[in-house]
Nanobody
């Protein structure tokens, strides 16, 4: 029910915008996670009514936004670094999570397929 898109190859310092479209229902809390090769999946950013949360390494560079009318969510990624290279996954739940819970994978009921972001010169 979630479809992620927008990944690709970009040079360091460049930008990408990921999209996640939800079909069939409306969600309250959305989030982006990522998984680099050989590493565990990690929380990137989350959005709920009235609040957003980011992992510290992306603050000031990534912006999460949502279009409630179209059940869509976005991740604008600027000033990309090679360490941002990963498969990015969107996740959603109908629950309104507290900010401190957004990083828990178990809190999300729906996941999109990964979209690969490669930052390399």
């Amino acid at each position: 029910q979630l479809q992620a898109s927008g990944g690709g190859l970009v040079q360091p310092g460049g930008s990408l915008r990921l999209s996640c479209e939800a079909s069939g229902r409306t969600f309250s809390t959305y989030a982006w996670f990522r998984q680099a090769p050989g590493r565990e999946r990690e929380f990137v950013a989350g959005s709920r009514p009235g609040g957003k949360n980011y992992r510290s390494s992306v603050k000031g560079r990534f912006t999460i936004s949502r279009d409630n009318a179209n059940n869509a969510m976005y991740l604008q990624m600027d000033s990309l670094k090679p360490e941002d290279t990963a498969a990015y996954y969107c996740a959603a739940t109908s629950r309104t999570l507290i900010l401190s819970s957004m990083g828990s994978e178990d809190a999300y009921d729906y996941w999109g397929q990964g979209t690969l972001v490669t930052v390399s010169s």
